[in-house]
């Protein structure tokens, strides 16, 4: 039986406007690449905070790789990526990039971060600048950065090809395929469905606080013979 890295238990999450999750049931298994799509306020974010204890929940119970998610212990295998990603604007690339290694007690090794931004196409001269300089797309290669020099076991990353251009998110795929290759645990959201069928092991829909779906992409166009995934993605939100 596989290994699971997360463990949603009827997981129920209100704020004043009224419910996000409604009891949200849901596994990711250790080693697999997964990704959660659904149309914007399907409660994919709040899910993820909720994960990572940023709000309490209001009924169920999360853990990770066995632990519960109140436990710092549980969230120390993690790495993570906010959608709306904002390192302190007064901090230098380099000085981010070492305050986050030094953050995870790992050195700040000049050929391994220059290995890395050229991996994900983001100049070394960047990391001499204050991130307030920097573009929505260098802001999110330095936050892509920061995650996958923490060699952490299980990345998780909201929307992560937001602001990027068309060959930082294929330098992306490959970095995330290559993390995919060695065992590690990917779970994403996103909004690009493309990305969801080439990266993706399993996924799941999450439509107005429930989940409506969870399998492989193929799985996904045969339950709802669709020819391509954003028309099975219609099908199973209508």
Sequence with gaps: MSVSAVRFQQV????????????????????????????????????????????????????????????????????????RFSPPYYLSGAAFLRYMLKLQGLPYDAARVGAMLAALDLEPAALTRQVRAYSKGMTQKLGLAACLLSDKPMLVLDEPTSGLDPKARALLKRQLRLLRDAGRTLLFTSHALADVEELCDRMAILHEGRIRFVGTPRQCRADYAAANLEQAFLHCIA
Excluded: Q, W
Excluded at 16 to 34: D, I, Q, T
């Design 12 to 83: 129920v999450k209100s704020y004043a406007g009224g419910a996000v999750l409604r009891g949200v049931e849901l596994e990711v298994r250790a080693g697999e690449s997964f990704g959660l799509v659904g149309v914007n306020g399907a409660g994919k974010t709040s899910l993820v905070k909720c994960m990572f204890d940023f709000c309490a929940l209001d009924a169920g119970a999360i853990a990770i790789f066995g632990l519960s998610h109140r436990l710092p212990a549980a969230r120390a295998p993690l790495s993570f990526l906010p959608e």
